[in-house]
């Protein structure tokens, strides 16, 4: 019987302890077919089997920081959060334009007739402060005058004086019907024929308070806004009206169509001087030719030249 355990064969590796009788502080085994073995030796222990590390080169890419935070990414449990779903912004109800209380707001309004021929064929100058309070209506817009300015006949900033031509020739027509022509080719402006066949004069809206048609009204201007501004102005009352110069010439006193209603006489009126007309004559600048409601805001400017009569 042999002292030691036999040799292993090549390609195997044995798996039998080894003893040894001496004690030297370390002693080193190898065999081809394992790797390199160091034993180390306590006096008072058994030996002890430490296999040596393979000597590995490190890539360069491949830092401690590197290796740290992959260990970290792999150990650390990842959680997804569901994208939240955008809000849906509900859209806000547009503001309702709010007519303030006019003194010749009239409740009765329904039962207003259509104004008589008769009533345009005086004076411009007598017709103007009589058409305050009056309303015009084309479809479902109905509006309230509160501004006029009246042009006479030998007024040196009435269209009349340039005689009768294709356009002024509504201004000559009988009172009543509608002269309709454009400022510097863009604003609508609307006027009322005056006096007799043949005279020459009329009276310019230059502003009115909406009464009924206020989405029409918004839409036809452009504007959604509860301030005067909807309405102070010619130009402004011809595309709140939806009018054009076709309508020149048409009789405003028939059923149908643009329409001159009656109206509360106002209680109290304002005068001044006409707007605009720079080009006439010192005394027809100065003439107090220009008359509103007073105590509305729904007169266009200038303001500051406007005073009790």
Known sequence: MNKYPPKPNRGQHSTAPLYFKFRPKSISFWSPSTPLLCLQMNPTRRFKRVASKPNR???????????????SHRSKSVTV?????????????????????????????PKTTILSPG???????DLAPRLLGKFLRRDDVVLQITEVEAYRPNDSACHGRFGITARTAPVFGPGGHAYVYLCYGLHTMLNVVADKEGVG????????????????????????????????????????????????????????????????????????????????????VSALWRFAIAGTSWISAPKNTLRSP
Request: aromatic content about 4%.
């Open 81 to 109: 959060r569901a994208k939240p779903k955008p809000r849906q912004i509900q859209p806000q109800p547009q503001p309702r334009l709010k007519i303030e209380s006019s003194p010749v707001s009239d409740p009765s309004f």
């Open 119 to 125: 009533f345009f064929q005086i004076d411009a100058l």
């Open 201 to 284: 004069a009329a009276v310019l809206i230059r502003a009115c308070a909406p009464v009924c048609g206020l989405e029409t009204i918004q839409q036809r201007r452009g504007q959604q806004t509860e301030k005067p501004i909807l309405l102070t102005g010619p130009g402004k009352v011809g595309q709140a009206l939806g009018i054009s110069t076709e309508w020149s010439n048409h009789p405003l006193y028939t059923p149908g169509g643009l329409e001159l209603l009656d109206g509360p006489q106002p209680e109290k009126i304002v005068v001044g001087p006409r707007v605009g007309i720079e080009y006439a004559l010192p005394e027809h």
């Open 57 to 71: 080169s490190i890539q360069p890419s491949q830092s401690s920081n590197d290796l740290e935070t992959r260990t």
